[in-house]
């Protein structure tokens, strides 16, 4: 056998493509998230959950280079995160924020078109995942149903190439029917790009059955963390979490 036969062990889907250690971060020098830990591999899905005020977009923008860390650090593809969103962004380090950042007045097809890079994925590629907007590229963007809104709001995202995709609440607005078309398509496209998402959802039930892990943040900080089928298994744990309940009782904040 030669050298070049010998197969190789793939370094890169056994390390977490977003590593968050011991984060800090606020504003105007007051944290807002204090102490956490999260990881999240290649293809996997990790969800962000915990009531309004706990920190998730937050920890989302932090994890784009969007607020100045107060300690602890943030790795993305193996290197430290850099300052610059633009730059993650360049890297693969994408955000799909709480507000879509779909522009309403252009149309599907020129939203797209601004999204997309020259070396990334093409349009026609992108619109696999998503048909029906495939037969709306010439309608204006603010024609469109939320749902669809965030369709396009991914599609564009997935322009960028992302490697590390973070979104926030994917399902804001959105009815139950519409999210459980969404969210599915979200694990498929995780699946598809090896692509690792940090998914901010607070339709709980849904978020853990396409995640393969989760944390629920309260107060800032981590309340409860785990695999996804175990969080499954343990609602009541989820709830306490939500509550900042966990601890005493269950035996501290972390299942695994
Ligand atoms: N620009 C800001 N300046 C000061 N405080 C802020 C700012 N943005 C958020 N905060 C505070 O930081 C804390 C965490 O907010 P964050 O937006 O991260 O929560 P969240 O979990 O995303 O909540 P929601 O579910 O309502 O979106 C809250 O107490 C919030 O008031
Ligand atoms: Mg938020």
Do not use: W
């Not at 669809?148 to 994917?170: G, H, V």
């Amino acid at each position: 056998m030669t050298g070049s036969a010998i197969a190789e062990v793939p370094v890169a889907e056994t390390n977490p493509a977003l590593r968050i250690d011991g984060l800090t971060v606020g504003y105007g020098g007051v944290p807002a998230v204090r102490e956490l830990d999260a990881q999240v591999r290649p293809g996997e899905i990790l969800a962000l959950l915990g009531p309004n005020g706990a920190g998730k977009t937050t920890t989302l923008l932090a994890s784009v280079g969007a607020l100045p860390v107060l300690s602890g650090t943030i790795t993305a593809l193996g290197e430290p995160l850099d300052r610059r969103v633009e730059r993650n962004a360049r890297r693969g380090v994408v955000l799909v924020p709480d507000s879509r950042g779909v522009f309403h007045r252009l149309s599907v097809d020129d939203n797209l078109r601004l999204a997309r890079r020259k070396h990334g994925p093409s349009i026609a590629d992108v619109l696999d995942y998503f048909p029906k907007l495939g037969s709306m590229r010439s309608r204006r963007c603010g024609t469109l149903s939320g749902g669809e809104q965030q369709m396009l709001a991914l599609a564009k995202a997935l322009l960028c190439a992302p490697k590390i995709l973070l979104i926030d609440e994917l399902s804001l607005g959105l009815s139950p029917i519409a999210v459980e078309d969404l969210l599915p398509r979200l694990r498929v496209i995780a699946d598809d790009q090896h692509m690792a998402v940090v998914l901010v959802e607070q339709h709980i039930e849904l978020a853990l059955s396409i995640a393969d892990s989760a944390v629920v943040l309260h107060h800032g900080r981590a309340a409860l963390s785990g695999a996804a089928t175990e969080l499954r298994d343990r609602r009541d744990m989820v709830e306490a979490a939500y509550f900042g309940n966990v601890g005493e009782s269950a035996g501290g904040p972390a299942m695994t």
